[in-house]
């Protein structure tokens, strides 16, 4: 086909850990389109889309660029060919201007310096010509994410990306930027450029692409023109069925307070106010979301929360114990269960089995223990149980869970941290990089909690699943409770953005109503 | 089915057994008059007599003592490597107990041997508690204690164990009630094999199926998610390197009790660095070590015959050591082979 851009044939992909990602995918590009590729996380995306730009090597396959046969083998190769990519996560040196970021490692020489007069003139051009307004001399570290992201886009066309790949660019964002990126995409587009959209947000792949290649536990499930096909049929393509994200939850009389924080406060090592003055109270069965961009105060709550954050003033009480710093070891024995963000690196251990990551918290509780020997049957019957009632795909309770996808090793922690019946569940993007068929499976385990009277705290950079869940809702900014909603359901995505920004902020009284006893 | 990706590493480690043999085969047909020969005495010599079967379960003692306690640290992600100068003074523990009290036959030995072993186990927390408290490499300091033990040792054994009759650095003898019994006949076979494998079966056991063994893999698996669950992985680092130095004192001082009448080490033996290549091919399984150990043993037991009846050096052995070594620690020997059983599971050939 002289008409594609871009082709991979057959690409199949094993990771040492053996983990098979892709199986004889299919892909092609045509100039000047925007691209999606869609699919449950674990479906293959992020891994064929590294493959493209050379961060991994297909183990099997072909990739033909403009009808010729090419290999990648570093990045740079792919850079070489015109091919950019826009991380999920960004590659940018924080402490670096961005202009400095922006000519790393192509610097324009003066004699034996850089020619910084040079460099700043071609990155204002650069931006003026994309519409990607970012100010040349500001230090990364300071930028918004949106900001970020924008010289990361900017990034690649200086290296002369023809095919920029961007991976999950709004997962970030606030729906106010999602929508400036797409205003900036089209332009991009219109000026020649081909985009590959990566994304799990069918409704965004609706209004922004050309073409979708759905991909589903590595492998292709079609092609289409976006305006051929339904979100609906898309979703079935995807998880193999129809998934609907709305839950009928009964409102529910007020129980006894569980979980209180007053005026918690912490600054961090760099002098950094990380949480100012944060309060708020959840009851048993009560959800409450928080919202709020990355890097708000999220991460040093949730640790304050969890017992380890030496440090911090203010009072956290569970169920009438001061918890701060007393260790995760003595907050679990109060009834508190956890579902870290990093699944990797604190929720699983990936070389264990899933029946040994199911009893990571209880494995020392009599009834798991028969005389001095741990109680192996009842534990492989519990595994068993827990395998199909959470429906997660594997070949046995002994399998390393490592093996499994992003969305079964979730589900594992979730079995885990739900079934001990906790008294408060903190809960930290427990659906994040999880297939929509995960996600929803999670969802009614939250709500099945909740009817039985456990308290949650859910944070969520996905607004839909904050607002869809939550009872009561806090937006953090700053480290501050910027606002509080007693009904989340009557909230836009576009009324917490604003909050999310820092562009409104309610006053104190009105956010000082989290803290309700 | 036996090839499928559940049997790779067991596969992997037959593998790198055979091509090291292979290897030391070729070197042999290179350097010897009579290559046939010399590989038949080094493969069949170990088993040709009762007294050589013997030499081979002898030496795989220690050896099992020492791969145990190996692999209880390897498996919790630990590389200590500080067996080897426990092994050393445990035996020095256990003679002077040996050569200074009296006691009856069997509460002679007991006391020895434990004694060596209390040390050890002491020993050895200093490393673990340095590491579980300030996060101290383990690998430093343990070999830094190899040195530090090594000489203290040394010092013990001039001066205060030294037979000055003897012209070596060679101790008293130790009284016989101290020395432990010959269990089979016409072999130097003690005792002490029985503990060394009642220790495994402990080993294995106390792992796989008891809650401090669990909190042991689990902290070896992933330190931060242990913490995460609750596990107090402090506690569980120094657990481990108590027991770890108990078994490598155990190991020192049976062998020296079982093997000899009085201590002679004027170096260390390096049964704590074997230790390290048996949890190797144990691939840290404690059931494991036993054949690992009896492996280990026999290839030396055979290059010692080759050296003696050939003219190929036991020298010979250091390379089918160093291409085990290099083999099972390149991760990605024979992942292909892995990686097209994957895909074939997966459906995507045929």
Redesign the interface.
Known sequence: MSESLLEMRGI?K?Y?N?V?AN??VNFSLREGEIHAVVGENGAGKSTLMKMMFGMEEP??GEMLLRGEKVRFRSPQDAIDSGVGMVHQHFMLVPSFTVVENMILGMEPRKGLGINRAEAERVTRELSAKYNLHVDPNARVEDLSVGMKQKVEILKALLRGAQILILDEPTAVLTPQETEELFRELKLLKQAGHTIVFISHKLKEVKTLCDRITIMRA?RTEGVFETASVTEQEISRLMVGRDVVLKYDKEKKAKGKPVLAVRDLAYTNAAGKKTLDRVRFAVREGHILGIAGVEGNGQAELVKAL?GHLPGATGTIDVAGSVVAGQG??AV??LGVA?I?EDRM????????SIA?NL???R??KKE??RG???D?RRIAQMSKDMIERFKIRCKGPEQEIGMLSGGNMQKVIVARESSASPRLLIAEQPTRGVDVGAAQLIHQRLLELREQGCAIVLLSADLNEVLELSDSLIVLYNGGVAAYFDDPSGVSEEKLGLYMLGLEQQSEEEAGKAYDL | MIFNTRNFEKIRTLAVVLISLLIAFLVISIISEHPLKTIGIFLFEPIRTVSHIGNVVEMSIPLMFTGLSVVLLFRTNLFNLGAEGIFYFAAVVASSVAIHFAANAFFHPVVAVLAGAVVGALLSAIPGILKAKWNVNELVSSLMFNSILFGVGLYLLNYYLRDPQSFSNSSYKFRPSAMLDVIVPGTRIHSGLIVALLCVAAGHYFMYRTKWGYELRMTGANREFAEFSGINTTKVIIMVHLIAGFLAGMGGSIEVLGMYNRLQWASLPGYGMDGALVALLAKNNPASVIGAALFLAYIRIGADQMARMSDVPAEMISIIQAVIILLISAEQFLKFWKNRMLLKEAGVRE
């Not at chain 1, 690196?345 to 264990?352: I, V």
């Open positions: 199949s094993v040492p053996g098979v199986a004889g183990s099997e590595g969890t995760i070891k679990r024995g956890y870290p690196r604190q929720g699983a251990a990936k070389e264990a040994d009893i990571s918290t494995y020392a798991w223990n001095p020997f741990l192996r």
